[in-house]
């Protein structure tokens, strides 16, 4: 169980760390998101049944093996970024504008991500988690720095 949520907390850190600024990461409110965030993965992981073997390939390229990408699918169902089985740019763009309000680049960065992300991603899926595989390698196409890979 330990290594369950260790591997989610690397992971969750290293979205925060690399969607936030030296100045942002230090601040009350990205502390708030990131526990929340780590809370919301470790019941992703207990809804899917995942392993720390699972977590650990979400540090790969997607697209992720079936319970990799339901984990990754719980959690952009849980924090708005997939709403009634479809991307969702209203929901990208609440889920990451705490993180990035205080730096106007960046704001206008992800905002430019969301509206991609709303053209490209593919709807029509074989499998029940596959439009996680989808949502993420749009997103990482243009913000690659959201990836798990620290």
Known sequence: MYAYRYGILLCVASILNNVVGDHEKDSHFAEIIKRSLIATAHSCMDHVNATIEDVEKLREEPPYPETSACIIKCL???????????????????????????????????????????????????????????????????????????
């Open 76 to 150: 952009l169902e849980k924090i708005g970024i997939i709403k009634n089985n479809k991307y969702s740019r209203t929901g990208f763009m609440t889920a990451v504008t705490p993180l990035v309000f205080t730096n106007k680049k960046k704001l206008e960065h992800m905002k430019t991500v969301s509206e991609n992300c709303d053209r490209e991603v593919n709807h029509n899926h074989q499998t029940p988690c596959e439009l996680g595989n989808e949502v993420t390698t749009c997103i990482f196409k243009y913000a690659p720095e959201l990836h798990f890979k620290s």
